[in-house]
């Protein structure tokens, strides 16, 4: 399975985004899917995941209620809508796939490159 995000940019904190991870492959539907971060010197950081049907989700504390992660196994995309943007989210955003819920990127089976969040004034 091969994953693609889009949809990162730079935004003024306070501003949203939406980022977007489309999967080569309708088997995706088979994995619960991850949202993680990396910023520049650190390592990766688990934001959030969603269940295989979508009817579960889980957040990090630093995201919960900012944050909102779905997935449209039709079009094989999982969504991160990110609102109330801090300069603290910058970071490079990925999407992975694993068998189950997992905060830690030793469980990514597939990951995608990454899309680009910038949060400045």
């Known amino acids: 399975v091969q994953l693609v995000e889009s949809g990162g940019g730079s935004v003024q904190p306070g501003g949203s985004l939406r980022l977007s991870c489309s999967a080569s492959e309708a088997t995706v539907s088979n994995y619960h899917l991850n949202w993680a971060r990396q910023a520049p010197g650190k390592g990766l950081e688990w934001v959030s995941s969603?269940?295989?049907?979508?009817?579960?989700?889980a957040y990090a504390p630093f995201v919960k209620g900012r944050f909102t992660i779905t997935r449209d196994n039709a079009k094989n995309t999982v969504y991160l809508e990110m609102h109330s943007l801090r300069s603290e989210d910058s970071g490079r955003y990925l999407c992975?796939?694993?068998?189950?819920?997992?905060?830690?990127?030793?469980?990514?089976?597939?990951r995608g490159q990454g899309t680009q969040v910038t949060v400045s004034s």
């Open positions: 969603t269940e295989r049907d979508g009817t579960n989700t």
């Open positions: 992975a796939t694993s068998i189950g819920y997992c905060t830690e990127s030793w469980c990514y089976i597939h």
